[in-house]
C-alpha cells in the first residue's frame, strides 16, 4: 500500500540572481513498510526533502501526499497537528524539553492531544528502545544514546504514518549510532514502521531495504537491496 507519494515537487529560495533551486521536481513513491535512506552531499537538497515531508516547509510547486492527505498547503496551525499524528521526527541533536521528565517527552504529542496514554504500547516501546528504568530521570542525566532513544519512543508514540530521521546517529560514537539503527530497524520490523533516514554514512545507509541518492535537488538513483 502507497503511503506516501510526492509528484513534481519543487522547492526554490530566493529570488533573480540570488535563488536556489533547493528540490528541483521530485518524484517519490514508498509504500508502507519501507525503510528507506536518503544519501547526498551537503547541499544536495536531501534535508529540505525531509522538511517537506514532515509539514515543517511547503513546496514552491507540486504536492505530497501521506496516506492520502495533500500536505502540500496546509497552514501553520494543520501543519503542526499534522505533523504531531502522523510523522514521527527524529533529529541529531534530539530536541528533548529539558525541564521535563523523559516520561513526559516520550507522551508529549498524547499529551498536547489531550490523549490519554496506551500504557502497554508505552512500555513495549521504552522496553525495546531499553530505557524503561530511565522514565522518571530528565535528559540531562541521560547519555546521548539513551536521549536518541527516547526521542525514537516520542517519535512512536503516536503510531505515525511516517518516522522521518535526519542524521539520528550523526552525533553518537559508532557503538551508539549501531544500537539507534538496530532499533529503527526493529521498530520498522515489528510495528511494519515507514522509515524515512537521511545519513551521510554509508554503513548505516546500507542497512536500509532502499536507497535514494540526491544531487543538486534530484533523485539520481533508487536502488533496492537485496
Known amino acids: 500500500m502507497e503511503i506516501l507519494k510526492c509528484e513534481g515537487v519543487r522547492k526554490v529560495y530566493g529570488a533573480g540572481e540570488s535563488q536556489v533551486v533547493a528540490l528541483n521536481h521530485v518524484d517519490l ?24 515531508l ?103 508514540i503516536y503510531r505515525p504514518a511516517l518516522l522521518l530521521a535526519d542524521e539520528p546517529t550523526g552525533n553518537l560514537d559508532r557503538k551508539n549510532s549501531g544500537e539507534i539503527v538496530d532499533m529503527l530497524k526493529l521498530s520498522n520490523r515489528n510495528l511494519n514502521q515507514t522509515i524515512l533516514l537521511i545519513t551521510h554514512d554509508e554503513k548505516v545507509a546500507l542497512e536500509a531495504d532502499r536507497i535514494l541518492t540526491i544531487e543538486d535537488g534530484k533523485i539520481i538513483s533508487d536502488r533496492k537491496r537485496g
Not at 508502507?32 to 547541499?43: Q, T
Not at 499524528?85 to 521528565?101: A, M, W
Open 29 to 52: 513513491s514508498v509504500e508502507k513498510g519501507e525503510f528507506v535512506a536518503i544519501v547526498g552531499a551537503s547541499g544536495s537538497g536531501k534535508s529540505t526533502l525531509l522538511h517537506i
Open 54 to 156: 514532515g509539514s515543517v516547509d511547503q513546496p514552491t510547486a507540486g504536492r505530497v501526499m501521506i496516506e492520502g492527505t495533500d500536505i502540500s498547503h496546509l497552514n501553520r496551525t494543520e501543519a503542526a497537528v499534522f505533523r504531531r499524528r502522523k510523522v514521527g521526527l527524529i533529529y541529531q541533536f534530539y530536541n528533548l524539553i529539558p525541564t521535563v521528565t523523559i516520561r513526559k517527552n516520550i507522551l508529549m504529542p498524547l499529551l498536547l492531544d489531550r490523549k490519554k496514554p496506551n500504557q502497554e504500547y508505552l512500555e513495549q516501546i521504552v522496553n525495546s528502545l531499553g530505557i524503561a528504568d530511565k522514565l522518571d530521570f530528565f535528559p540531562s542525566q541521560l547519555s546521548g544514546g539513551q536521549q536518541q532513544r527516547a526521542a525514537i519512543a516520542r517519535a512512536l
